[in-house]
């Protein structure tokens, strides 16, 4: 079956440090990606996209390319400010009647 | 922006009592879910719902869980006969079609808690 695998957090790093968190998955087809975010205290908002092999979503600084020859998914920042310190979700969905979670990793920004 | 809202925002229950979750999901969007994260674990698919009918549901669902949009605003999970176990965080969430390219959008969740 379809499934997501994130790096084990938690993740700290000193703000303006470069951030990558990892995310592989495992599905048939060919799936849609996302990231979300969870801040503390907040529900889950959508921080990216990607639909098909080598697009790139990105926001907020934040990036991620889709790699099906790695079937990979990324996350990535240049510098992270502490405003950054959340739960990452790395998500899959081959139909929209469901979304495939990975775990959750924690980033920590320390100022 | 439109957002998905969930009421309340925590709820404690006793062991054995029904309870029951509310939504108002975004009003043009056609598709809606419920989502569960026990404590440090991962969020885990309950059930979508599409035209007034369960389109896909997870194991975790079983005769316990039932779903409802009883107007055109609203939609609700209850659970018929709460367990320990239930406590978790329930997100619902909703989406503008089926295609797997189109955002699902959640809510702030709901914390329950079964004592």
């Known amino acids: 079956g379809n499934s997501v695998t994130q790096m084990e957090g938690p993740v700290t790093l000193s703000e303006e440090a470069f951030l990558t968190i990892n995310c592989t998955y495992t599905?048939?087809?060919?799936?849609?990606l996302f990231w979300y975010v969870q801040y503390p205290g907040e529900g889950l908002q959508l921080l990216l996209k990607?639909?098909?092999a080598d697009d790139k979503g990105s926001n907020k600084g934040f990036e991620a390319t889709y790699r099906k020859e790695t079937t990979s998914f990324h996350l990535e920042k240049g510098s992270v400010q502490v405003s950054d310190s959340a739960v990452y979700f790395c998500?899959?969905?081959?139909?929209?009647?469901?979304?495939?979670w990975g775990a959750g990793t924690k980033l920590i920004i320390k100022p | 922006e439109p957002e998905v809202t969930q009421t309340p925002s925590h709820q404690v229950t006793q062991m054995g009592q029904e309870v029951i979750l509310r939504c108002v999901p975004i009003?043009?969007?056609?598709?809606f879910y419920w989502y569960r994260q026990i404590l440090g674990q991962k969020v885990e698919f309950l059930v979508s719902?599409?035209?007034?009918?369960?389109?896909?549901k997870s194991e975790i669902f079983d005769d316990q869980f039932s779903v409802e949009r009883p107007d055109g605003s609203n939609f609700t999970l209850k659970i018929r006969s709460t367990k320990l176990e239930d406590s978790a965080m329930y997100f619902c969430?909703?989406?503008?079609?089926?295609?797997?390219?189109?955002?699902?959008?959640f809510g702030d969740g709901t914390r329950l808690s079964i004592l």
């Open positions: 599905a048939t087809g060919y799936p849609s």
């Open positions: 719902f599409y035209n007034n009918e369960i389109s896909e």
């Open positions: 009003s043009n969007h056609l598709y």
């Open positions: 998500a899959l969905s081959d139909s929209n009647y469901q979304l495939i």
């Open positions: 990607a639909t098909k």
């Open positions: 969430a909703s989406s503008e079609s089926v295609v797997a390219n189109q955002p699902q959008h």
